[in-house]
């Protein structure tokens, strides 16, 4: 019997990142939040789904390593897409500076963590 799942903390940094943006899409106007805000809330689901797609590949064979790799250039182009679109709303005047500044800070650490994880599952 192997061992029990286990979510790593990129996961959790990014159920952090869900609910601070959450904070901020239900006071956006209606027209952004139905739009954009409903975009930004897929691509944050989409990176979820990535990295636990990514944490269950097989960590033992290189196929599953580079399919992993490959989940984990998702999730960066996921994070990327996020902060496009949350700098437009900030220049929208939609968010605040220190939302803006807070968000960044958490999209950050994540993409540090997807950077060390793709190399790690590359080998290198």
Excluded at 73 to 78: G, I, K, L, M, R
Excluded at 109 to 124: A, C, D, E, K, M
Aim: hydrophobic share 45%; glycine share 6%; aromatic share 12%.
């Amino acid at each position: 019997m192997g061992q029990p799942f286990k979510h790593n903390r990129i996961y959790y940094d990014l159920q952090k990142l869900y609910k601070l943006y959450w904070n901020q899409h239900k006071h956006f106007p209606r027209a952004f939040r139905f739009t954009t805000g409903e975009q930004l809330l897929k691509e944050i689901t989409s990176a979820i789904r990535n990295v636990v797609l990514a944490n269950l590949q097989s960590k033992s064979t290189t196929a599953g390593r580079e399919y992993a790799a490959k989940l984990l250039v998702e999730v960066n182009a996921s994070l990327e897409t996020i902060s496009a679109l949350l700098l437009l709303a900030w220049e929208m005047k939609f968010l605040s500076h220190g939302a803006l500044a807070v968000i960044t800070e958490c999209i950050g650490n994540i993409q540090r963590q997807v950077v060390g994880w793709r190399r790690w599952f590359l080998g290198g």
